[in-house]
């Protein structure tokens, strides 16, 4: 279920809200049973629309809230 | 039991309480064993009835608290 | 043996209290062995005995302080 | 070890502390191995003295730090 | 290796670090894989070196932080 | 997944954050499937542009939040 | 790969980062599966250089944030 959403979102830009308050959005490039994501040409989504670029990052899925695939005419 | 009354929110608008406060409302499309949710159409809601569009999400279900079809009436 | 007293309080009326301190009533629909919890006509507890209605809930059991079948004369 | 203390306490009362600061004391009716508790005529022990009743209740098991019989004397 | 220790200490006063900052002192009877703790003699360590008698308690593994056999001289 | 680009970082310089707000930066020299990570030439980042040697260290993989190998450029 | 690297530091002085901030220094002389720790002639370093010895001490693994060898020189 939340497999085949992730499995369909592989190669697009997701939203990913963390715990802590972090939220990052980047190009999903895989992920695993434990939610561990692997996403490219991501940034960190900071207070009034700025961002701060991360790159490649390992995000270990433990610290996970949501995941979502950006909507159009957003 | 809880499986029950999940399977039969399947395609209905659910409320999703989640830890540090936040509440979600969606269309729930599906779940796991470990409460990861898939909801399309899903929003935040805020402090005075306002909302914030989140469109489709997995939810990580260790985040969750409590989930509930909304009544009717509410 | 708590598995032994949910199964009596089933049908009945439970109060539930939560991590983070929010405490719930309701009719205790069915549980399983993670304390996940289903609870009808369930409502939340605040200050000063106001309740806020929230019918039908699954709480996910790691959230579960204390389970209580509430007492005669309470 | 821990099991056999317990077993040994079942029908007595206990002082059962939990994360977060709650006390409660009681007549341990039962436990398992989470550490899952039951225990009758439970009250919760409030500052200077004062006590609020609690019952019979179910406590899951992660939330307890220490369980102690009282001392005679105490 | 820690297993051997704690096997040591059994019968001796160990001190006994836990989550949330609480340190116990006390006559280590036995112990656990999960470092459940049966404890006699045990007394809570207070600021000012004031102590607080607890008798015999069982400690739930997961709050432990730190136990030591006090040093001589200590 | 991770996997493969954990397996491509070794022996590169990575920055690690961590649950806290930690930030470390160094050589990776291995990791597991806990993401336990042993890593050389380490150095915690401060505010500031400051850093704070740390030599080879290993991180227990529950405190990782983000790995990232860092940016050309950056 | 972190257990070759712990195994090669019994027997000598390491370094241990804990959750909620504690450092501790001391001898390594055994550690397992999940980093519990065997640590002889052990300090606590407090701020501004000052040291707290703790004796022999047996560290819950899941408290465990970095573990290092000290650098020479430090």
Request: zero cysteines; charged letters at 15%.
């Given at each position: 279920m939340?497999?085949?959403v992730l499995d369909e979102s592989v190669g697009k830009i997701v939203l990913i809200k963390l715990k802590g308050g972090k939220?990052?959005?980047?190009?999903?490039?895989?992920?695993?049973q434990h939610?561990?994501?692997l996403v490219e040409q991501s940034e960190e989504i900071l207070e009034e629309g700025k961002?701060?670029?991360?790159?490649?990052i390992v995000v270990?899925?433990?610290?996970?809230?949501?995941?979502?695939p950006p909507r159009s005419g957003s």
């Open positions: 939340a497999v085949k939220t990052i959005r980047g190009n999903l490039q895989g992920f695993d939610m561990n994501l961002t701060n670029s991360l790159g490649t270990r899925g433990d610290n996970v809230v949501i995941i979502s």
